[in-house]
């Protein structure tokens, strides 16, 4: 029997104020595509908003397409937060062809990383003792942070992903303090 293999991918993107969405779903061609629907509900809501979208998508979506966002859109972007989105994509009959995904954002994170990366003065030999030990400490803050992303997209674990995210924002926070 023919069907329609559904598939997105949520790469991590470094933009702050862009979520980015593409669909890698496989369709038969034995059976029309009908009806394609992305429902997104982002961190901290109960209702997710509803995208119409093509097959083989790929969208670039702001705060105002999340509805994050009423005022200034088109002229004024606001950043989209870190956390959990739930992203859900279904072809007619929804309620049987359909995929959901939870991804854990770390943009922002990630931003803040870069740039304390940024600051830490190194150079193409042996670096210093304190340096070296500001580098392990970026090392776990980062691996935090991928493992944050395991548990909310992989173990579908997400009171674990976001525990440790928020550890090592918590981190994050103290080096960017230290650095100041």
């Keep these: 029997m023919a069907n329609h293999v559904l598939s997105l991918e949520v790469p991590t993107v470094m933009n702050t104020c862009i979520l980015s969405i593409f669909d890698t779903s496989v369709y038969s061609e034995l059976i029309p595509v009908s009806c394609p629907l992305l429902n997104i509900t982002a961190p901290g809501f109960a209702y997710s908003v509803q995208i119409p979208v093509p097959p083989n998508f790929n969208e670039s979506l702001t705060a105002c397409d999340l509805k994050l966002q009423t005022e200034n859109c088109g002229t004024s972007y606001t950043d989209i937060p870190d956390g959990i989105y739930i992203i859900k994509y279904s072809v007619e009959p929804s309620d049987i062809v359909f995929v959901e995904y939870n991804h854990l ?22 670096p210093l003792f304190r340096i070296k030990e500001k580098l392990e400490a970026l090392r776990i803050i980062r691996m935090y942070l991928d493992a944050a992303k395991s548990k909310v997209e992989v173990c579908h674990e997400p009171q674990k992903g976001m525990s440790l995210y928020n550890y090592a924002l918590k981190l994050l926070m103290k080096m960017d303090c230290v650095n100041c």
């Design 105 to 126: 954002r770390i943009t922002k994170a990630l931003n803040r990383y870069n740039n304390i990366l940024c600051r830490v003065d190194v150079a193409d030999c042996d």
